[in-house]
């Protein structure tokens, strides 16, 4: 968090008996934009985005898009902006430059929750869960924003993780790394989104794990679901890719299918290590 | 005989009036710990809003009796309870308009909201002395005793006698039926589990469109509501006095960390470990003693082991301990 407001700063208290840590980082909702109507181009259309945290830019007229069912990758050395790149589209980021467009609709000056009603789902990358509450209150609380009757969602989301079912009424925080990643994922899918951005879901967990989850959110794809996804397992998560995007330094380097990136010998050569 | 009779000293000199007392801490303490594990800071002015409040029901309780309003056996503070709680609630959402509101939009650093908190706390605490004044004041009426000490003699043939208050026995049923509630609702409902998502990740509850405006206010609104009870039962308890319930706020803020701040279990666990233990340390066992031991062993002095001038050190030597040893608390809490 940036210390500019000087009612951010702390002064070094470290005395949790009267503070407590983690607050949020994203704003609260109602100061955003509307979204204009833009129809033509890609299902996902994030063009052009110029933008950072603070003074400098982290992204250089960064381009990603994704078209309806299909499965973008984003992948790149570290530091390369990569989850930048995510939340920018996410609205989570101040860009300088360049729009977001989903589904017909300029969404640029929207807050990343008016996104969400909007059918953006969004996992993070860490503190994607909620730790004390059974799993299967995480996929309710997924499930806020909908007034209907969201027990068929939460079917599916047991069709699709049946560990997720038998675990139902553990918290989520005393959960294995890839089921919690399960839970995520769960919880992002309770919205019925159109489109899934997952930031590096494979972080942390076992290969066998991995490949369980890329299995699963090929799952997702196919139900017509739009996918972007940040991925340091780079050659698995080409494989699986209709879209891969290589970012170094904040702008695009190679944009190709999945297949044709790997097959690529330039791209083999600098980023997938041979 | 003298077993019993000890048995019946202890209960009436211990185990009733620290279950009383236990009872009205872990009301206080879970409304620390929900601010705490959903706002973030400790509020300081807890305790204020604690006496504001019970300043409130007093000066209804008043208007209800001048009017020969009256509820049996029961005090008519409890006719007075429901309109003082929605008069501190209005008044809670004020300040929270009026003051938290703005540093909760900067997203202030939670130690600025201590101090707020202080703030707010100085005026709260001047407004009930303006308002009803310093003088120790009794509300309560309706039957003083459940159980009469000398009844209880004459009903036994023991020689220790029993007393129940009324007063004791409210507070006791009050408690438990307000923390079943707040915890049916903290598990059952959709607004009670987007508070505990909230406290849990607050980012998330964000992303999951819950409405953070919303649950700051009901937060603010179960937490005064715990507030008035508190601070009203132990009003009828003892007396109304403002500055005591700024004293209360050590004991009610060591419950709460004892039992790990922002976890509500542990806020009515760590009032009854605080009010055993104080009424504990500071009660004359000599008395009891006196049954149990055979003669030769029997104490000469008071066998107290505190004045009771003591007993907010009971507490604040229980906290440092906890926060030393196990600074999250007995239960697991939320701080570190």
Same mark, same amino acid.
């Given at each position: 968090m940036n210390t500019s407001n000087p009612y951010q700063d702390d002064r070094g208290n470290n005395d949790r008996s009267i503070t407590r840590e983690g607050g949020g980082d994203l704003p609260y909702p109602g100061k955003g934009g509307a979204a204009v109507p833009a129809p033509g181009g890609p299902f996902l259309a994030a063009e052009n985005m110029t933008g950072g945290y603070g003074a400098a830019d982290i992204l250089h007229d960064c381009t990603l898009t994704v078209e309806k069912g299909q499965i973008a990758v984003i992948v790149g050395p570290n530091g390369a902006g990569k989850s930048t790149a995510m939340k920018a589209v996410f609205g989570m980021l101040n860009l300088r430059g360049g729009h977001v467009k989903l589904d017909g609709e300029?969404?640029?000056?929207? &807050?990343p929750q008016d996104r969400v009603a909007k059918g953006m789902g969004f996992v993070p990358q &860490?503190?994607?869960?909620? @730790? =004390?509450?059974s799993v299967e209150e995480n996929l309710e609380m997924g499930a806020f924003?909908?007034?209907?009757?969201f027990r068929s969602t939460m079917e599916q989301v047991f069709d699709l993780f049946p560990i997720l079912k038998d675990k139902r009424r553990q918290p989520a925080g005393e959960l294995s790394g890839g089921q919690r990643q399960q839970v995520a994922v769960g919880r992002a899918l309770m919205t019925q989104p159109k489109l899934l951005m997952l930031?590096? @879901? &494979?972080?942390?967990? =076992?290969p066998i794990v991995m490949d369980e989850l890329f299995d699963r959110i090929i799952e997702v794809a196919r139900t017509g679901i739009s996918i972007l996804m940040v991925e340091q397992n780079a050659r698995q998560a080409l494989e699986i890719a209709d879209r891969g995007y290589v970012l170094v330094q904040g702008a695009n380097r190679y944009t190709d299918t999945g297949a044709a990136l790997l097959a690529d010998p330039e791209v083999r050569r600098t980023f997938l290590g041979g | 005989m003298d077993f019993l009779n000890a048995i019946v000293a202890l209960l009436n000199f211990v185990v009733i009036p620290a279950t009383a007392y236990g009872a009205q801490l872990a009301l206080g303490a879970l409304g620390v710990t929900l601010i705490y594990g959903i706002l973030r800071f400790s509020n300081f002015a807890h305790g204020d809003t604690m006496a504001l409040g019970t300043g409130f029901v007093i000066l209804f309780t008043w208007w209800f009796q001048s009017m020969g309003l009256h509820f049996g056996p029961l005090p008519t503070a409890l006719i007075a309870l429901p309109f003082g709680i929605v008069v501190t609630i209005l008044f809670v959402l004020g300040t929270d308009r009026a003051v938290y509101r703005f540093y909760r939009q900067q997203k202030a650093a939670p130690v600025i909201l201590v101090i707020v908190s202080m703030g707010v706390m100085f005026i709260m605490n001047g407004l009930t002395r303006f308002v009803i004044g310093v003088e120790e004041i009794r509300f309560d009426d309706g039957a003083r005793f459940v159980i009469n000490a000398g009844a209880f003699k004459a009903a036994t043939g023991l020689a220790e006698g029993l007393a129940f208050k009324s007063t004791q026995a409210l507070t006791i049923l009050t408690a438990v039926v307000v923390v079943a509630a707040l915890f049916l609702f903290l598990n059952r409902t959709r607004t009670g589990k987007s508070m505990r998502a909230f406290s849990d990740n607050e980012d998330l509850a964000l992303l999951s469109g819950i409405n953070p405006e919303k649950v700051v206010a009901v937060t603010w609104m179960i937490s005064a509501g715990l507030a008035v009870i508190a601070g009203t039962l132990y009003g009828l308890d003892k007396s109304f006095k403002a500055f005591n319930y700024f004293q209360l706020l050590l004991p009610i803020f060591a419950s709460a960390i004892v039992g790990g701040l922002g976890n509500p279990l542990g806020a009515i666990a760590g009032g009854f470990l605080i009010a055993f233990s104080e009424v504990g340390f500071t009660y004359a066992w000599k008395k009891v003693a006196t049954y149990v031991l055979p003669e030769s062993l029997a104490p000469e002095g008071l066998a107290q082991l505190l004045s009771t001038d003591y007993k907010f050190a009971v507490s604040f030597a229980i906290l440092i301990v906890v926060l030393l040893f196990k600074p999250t608390g007995l239960f697991r809490g939320k701080s570190v």
């Open positions: 300029d969404i640029t000056a929207l &807050t &860490t503190n994607n869960v909620f @730790p =004390s509450m924003i909908r007034k209907d009757d930031d590096e @879901p &494979t972080a942390g967990v =076992s | -």
